[in-house]
C-alpha cells in the first residue's frame, strides 16, 4: 500500500478519530453478526498500546439524517466492550459541544464510541461544516473502514482533509490483498464470479480479464454467456440488453472464459420445488437454472487446484434455499482446499463462506462489499485517495 500508515503517525496522548465500519446487522438490540467489529479490533488494539486515546464513529443502517433509536450504535457499545474488554464510553451524539464536552472529561481509559454518523444528513452529503465539527474532536484521523471507503463521506472524506491522517490496519490489509490479487497475482491466477446480475458484474469481468488467466463463470449470469451463445435457457434469468456484451467478452477472453456444463434446474425458485441436473445446452424451455452442477463443480475444482491466486466473487446459485447450495458449497470447499492465496469478496459470498464455517480456510476475506468490487474494478475509491501517500511524512 503506498498510503501513509497509522504507525506513521505520532500517536502517543493524541485523540484519534477512528473511522471503522461497524454497520452489522443488529436484531432485538443484539448484534447477530460481529465480524466487522472484530475486524477493526487490532487497529484500535494497536492505537491503546501506542497510548493513543481511540475516538470511534461508523455508520449503522439506512436512519434518515435524523436521530432514531432503532439505529442506536447501543448494541455495538455492547458487543465491543465485551471483544475489547475494556470500558467503552458510548455518547449519545457525534458532534456538538455536549460532545466536545464529554471528551473533555474523559480520563482516557477504553475508547470512545460516537453515535450513528448517519443521524446527520451532513454525512451522506460530505458536509464541510460537520467535517470541521468532527475534526474538532481530535489531533488526527485514521481511516480503517474499507467498507465505506467507496463513499465520499463527511467520515471517510471531508474529515480526512482537516486532519493529519492515515490509513488503519485492516484498510491496508484489504489494499495489499487486492492489489495482490489484481496488479502482480502468483499465476495461474484464477478468477471465480458468480452472483445475480451480469450487469452487476460487466466491469468487473473486464476488468479481471486483465490480471486472471482463467474466469470461471456460475451464478445466475451464466445464464446471459448461454443465451448469447445460442442454447435454450428456458425460465433462467436473464439480462437481454446485455447479450452483445457478453458475446464480445467471450470473443475477447476465447477459452480462458470457463462456464458450466451442467446446472441445476427447477420449476420456480423455491424449497419445495422439485429439480434436477441438466446439461449446460438442454435446460427444459419451462425450467430455470438455479445452480451449477456437480459437473461444473468438477471442473472448476480442477482449476482452483493448480491457481497459485484464487479471486472469489458471487455465489455460484441460489444458495439460500439448501437445494440450490451445493454448487457454492463445492466451489468453497474447492477454495478452502486450494494451496493457493484466495481472496473472498462480495457481501453474499462472504456470506455463504460464514455459513459453511470455512472463514478460517480462506486467504483473505475482504470485509467490503460494494468496496471491494469497485476497487477491482479500478476505480478510485474516495476514501483512499483522501488519504495522503506514504512519502508525504509531513501534515495532512
Ligand atoms: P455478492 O454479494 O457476493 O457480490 P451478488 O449480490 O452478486 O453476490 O449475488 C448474490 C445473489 O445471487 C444471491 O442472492 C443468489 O441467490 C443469487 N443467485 C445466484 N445464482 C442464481 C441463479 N442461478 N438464479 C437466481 N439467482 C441467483
Ligand atoms: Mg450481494
Not at 152 to 175: D, F, K, N, R, W
Not at 200 to 220: H, Q
Not at 318 to 347: C, H, L, R
Amino acid at each position: 500500500m503506498n498510503k501513509r500508515s497509522v504507525k506513521d503517525l505520532d500517536l502517543a496522548g493524541k485523540r484519534v478519530l477512528v473511522r471503522v465500519d461497524f454497520n452489522v446487522p443488529v436484531k432485538d438490540g443484539r448484534v447477530t453478526d460481529d465480524t466487522r467489529i472484530r475486524r477493526a479490533l487490532p487497529t484500535i488494539r494497536y492505537l491503546i498500546s501506542e497510548g493513543a486515546r481511540p475516538i470511534l464513529i461508523s455508520h449503522l443502517g439506512r436512519p434518515k439524517g435524523e436521530p432514531d433509536p432503532k439505529y442506536s450504535m447501543d448494541p455495538v457499545s455492547r458487543r465491543l466492550g465485551e471483544l475489547l474488554e475494556l470500558q467503552v464510553n458510548k455518547l449519545d451524539a457525534a458532534v456538538g459541544e455536549e460532545v466536545e464536552r464529554q471528551l473533555q472529561e474523559w480520563d482516557g481509559q477504553g475508547v470512545v464510541l460516537l453515535e450513528n454518523s448517519r443521524f446527520y444528513p451532513g454525512e451522506t452529503d460530505n458536509d464541510p461544516e460537520l467535517a470541521r465539527q468532527l475534526a474538532r474532536l481530535a489531533d488526527a484521523y485514521v481511516d480503517d473502514a474499507f467498507g465505506a471507503a467507496h463513499r465520499a463521506h463527511a467520515t471517510t472524506y471531508g474529515v480526512a482533509e482537516h486532519l493529519p491522517s492515515a490509513a488503519g490496519l485492516l484498510m491496508q490489509e484489504e489494499i495489499d490483498n487486492l492489489e495482490r490479487v489484481l496488479s502482480h497475482p502468483e499465476r495461474p491466477m484464477v478468477a471465480i464470479l458468480g452472483g445475480a446480475k451480469v450487469s452487476d458484474k460487466l466491469s468487473v469481468i473486464e476488468s479481471l480479464l486483465g490480471s486472471a488467466d482463467t474466469l470461471l463463470i456460475g451464478g445466475a449470469m451464466c445464464f446471459t454467456f448461454f443465451k448469447a451463445r445460442g442454447y435454450e435457457v428456458g425460465k433462467s434469468l436473464v439480462e437481454d440488453e446485455y447479450l452483445d456484451e457478453a458475446r464480445r467478452l467471450m470473443d475477447e477472453a476465447g477459452d480462458r472464459l470457463v462456464l458450466p456444463v451442467d446446472v441445476v434446474v427447477a420449476g420456480e425458485m423455491s424449497e419445495s420445488a422439485e429439480s434436477r441436473a441438466v446439461e449446460a445446452d438442454k435446460i427444459p424451455p419451462d425450467m430455470m437454472g438455479l445452480d451449477v452442477s456437480l459437473g461444473t463443480v468438477g471442473l472448476f475444482r480442477g482449476h482452483i487446484e493448480n491457481a497459485a491466486t484464487v479471486f472469489w466473487n458471487g455465489p455460484m446459485g441460489v444458495f439460500e434455499i439448501e437445494a440450490f447450495a451445493k454448487g457454492t458449497e463445492g466451489v468453497a470447499q474447492a477454495v478452502a482446499e486450494s494451496p493457493a492465496m484466495s481472496v473472498v469478496g462480495g457481501g453474499d459470498s462472504v456470506a455463504a463462506v460464514s455459513k459453511l464455517g470455512l472463514e478460517d480456510e480462506m486467504g483473505f476475506i475482504s470485509t467490503g462489499g460494494g468496496a471491494s468490487l469497485e476497487y477491482v474494478e479500478g476505480q478510485e475509491l474516495p476514501g483512499i485517495a483522501v488519504l495522503p501517500d506514504e512519502s508525504d511524512k509531513g501534515e495532512s
